[in-house]
């Protein structure tokens, strides 16, 4: 059946609610996922700078969640919407709830950060030296570091009637003084000092001045212990460091839009100075410099986070690269190279033959880098086109794009302007490609192209034949080194004529196009997965074997979850393997008995989105996604679903779904409750399934 035509109505499609009981709230859910990141850094298994790492993830996904989840709360609190969702629960006892839990988890990670992890790395040579610890000779370089680099370009803003408090950015490192001027009154007794974003956020201390192998001084303390010089004949009764964070969703009416590129361009800045949602201060400021701050941002005291260290702590995470010890962090590792395509390099000939799978990072990008370079290069391609949603700063793939261009080949970079916190860089992508001589398309109107696609058309004995790759994962090279993620390099005919299809429809604006083998959103893939649903129940009412894998980033589709919970009342065995955000509560008698939901956070970024259906152990279906099974990208995105129809290639992938349900290392079970509890290994049966899909694809290389 075509992923497009209309389906038989679903058995699963009823008119059946259930209660609120048995849904858990997206942003709930979502911080409970921060928090097993946070886990990481209380490992014992976990090596040191790694620590470090995971407590500046944590900062940095609190950072997004607070710009774009808990903005959006609010903005609904504030117009008083009820609930959007099944949970029941409305934007203000969201609100409340995550206030509760996140201000318990920052105190945990400081605590982490000041007794476990700062105080580790001192025993091992790296330290952070405070004020008070520094030697006479340390404090005279550090005076003249100060002098020379950062007193240049600071601006000290004193406030009065004509001296306003100063526009502090979004995330930015600013030192608020507290002052004594017995001719001033209290509320002009206040300066504040933006740190410049060109200043590094620490800096290391000559070796020769120092104990220990590496020390390093933070740019506040810097600062701190320079401050008279901003304030001459004026006592300094102290400094405290705060950070903003702003609301930083991006609203464009794409209907209203004639320039989208140029309209983005114009929105950009404005995220630097969205209302605010957070104040994060030191934790000795004072109360009354606290109810300044309070109410020169307008935020009540849920949104105030007093900390015990750097307000801006994610920025550490440069640190790790920046130490020469490689045994207090992760292993190295190479990337494996598919036998195959070492025994063959020229992609076009191989994968003529045999299609080849890709699993990242265990796996390397590069024959994805080669085949475009390939394809740039050949004179017998006539054309490529690929999708761009994230590509990275500085990306080979975006170069040789452009060097296919330049050569005369048509070239079509399909271009999602809308990737958030991306946008400036896809427009700087985008001007890049135009100046080559790339047609440049920035998607469907009102749909983000979340779809993963490259394909190449080349001529072969006088007549035309595409190849494509299709990914679960983004173009960032950068990314497939952390992010697990499969990717399909084919060229099987009805694939590469359904990725053609879908190029058409995103050129051209047009609706959904017949496919033959792929599923697309919006509609196309949600339909799918309720179609073989359904097919699982009858098979189980039936008494035939009945089993669905699912392995995503996100489950919170309602849709998708009552058609589960369905499934699950029929007898089909349910095994969900969801990373973050998952709305649907397992093990309930009754409804999800036979639901289990695992996630999995390790070392590398778990991303695949991979569907498995049993289908009567006669012909088992296995998909690889780009989509999540969350409403964004079932309905508002273009994405692809892919079949994978080399039995061989499908055993592998089903082989590796088992494993990650029998990880006993950084495997964590969702309970009724909605509570993760991390699974403990037993000693005779550890399983550690990144680890393992390491050594398994290192020795099969």
Known sequence: MSSNENLEPAVLDSDREYPASMFLHPELSLLAFHERVLNMALREDVPLLEKLKFLCIFSSNLDEFFEIRVSGLKAKETINVGSETPDGMGPTSVLEAISAQVHKLVKLQYDTLNTVVLKQMSEQGIKFSLIRDWNPAQRKWLKQYFKREVLPILTAIRLDSTHPFPLTINKGLSIVVDLHDPDRDEAHNI?????????????????????????????????????????????????????????SDLYVDLEEVEDLARTLQGELPSRLYGDAVRLEVSQNCPKRIIKVLKDRFQLSDEYIYQVDGPVNLNRLIALPDLVNRPELKYKGFTPAIPS???????????????????HHPFQSFAPVVDFLKQAASDPDVLAIKQTLY?????????????????????VTAIIELMARFDEQNNLTTAERLQAAGAH?????????????????VRRES?????????????????????????????????????????????????????????????????????????????????????????????LSSPSIVKALYRASEAGVKIDLIVRG????????????????????????????????????????????????????NLR?????????????????????????LNDTVDAWDLLPDGSYLRRVADEHATVSVQNDLLDRYTKSA
């Open 340 to 358: 195959e395509a070492i025994h063959q390099p020229n992609i076009f000939d191989l994968v003529s033959k045999n299609d080849l799978l890709l």
């Open 462 to 554: 006088g007549k035309l034949k595409r190849y494509v790759h299709l990914g679960t994962g983004n173009y960032h090279q950068g990314n497939t080194k952390v992010y697990t993620d499969y990717g399909l390099i084919t060229a099987d005919s009805y694939v590469t004529q359904d990725v053609h299809e879908i190029f058409m429809q995103l050129t051209t604006q047009g609706p959904n196009p017949n496919l033959e083998r792929l599923y697309q959103s919006p509609v196309g893939i949600s339909d799918m997965v309720i179609e073989k649903l359904n097919r699982e129940v009858q098979n189980a009412l039936a008494g035939k074997p009945a089993r669905v894998i699912a392995k995503v980033n996100g």
């Open 191 to 247: 300066a504040v000092v933006p740190a410049p974003r060109a200043l590094p956020r620490f800096v290391r201390l000559p070796e020769e001045l120092c104990d220990s192998e590496y020390e390093y001084v933070y740019l506040s303390s810097i600062i701190h212990a320079n401050i008279d010089r901003l304030f001459a004949n004026i006592e300094v009764k102290g400094c405290y460091q705060f950070r903003i964070t702003r609301n």
């Open 390 to 410: 994230r590509t990275g700063s500085e990306s080979i793939l975006v170069e040789h794009l452009a060097s296919a261009a330049r050569s005369g080949k048509e």
């Open 440 to 456: 440049v398309v920035y998607g469907m109107v009102g749909k983000k192209t979340h779809a993963k696609m490259l394909m190449v």
């Open 581 to 632: 955000i998952c709305c649907l509560v397992p093990g309930v008698e009754g409804v999800s008995h036979n639901i289990r939901v695992v996630s999995v956070v390790g070392r590398f970024l778990e991303h695949e989105r991979v569907f498995y259906f049993e289908n009567n152990a006669e012909k088992p279906e296995l998909f690889l996604s780009s989509a999540d099974l969350m409403p964004r």
């Open 636 to 660: 508002n995105r273009i994405e692809q679903c892919t079949p994978i129809g080399d039995d061989e290639l499908k055993e592998k992938i089903l082989s590796e779904l088992e494993h990650y």
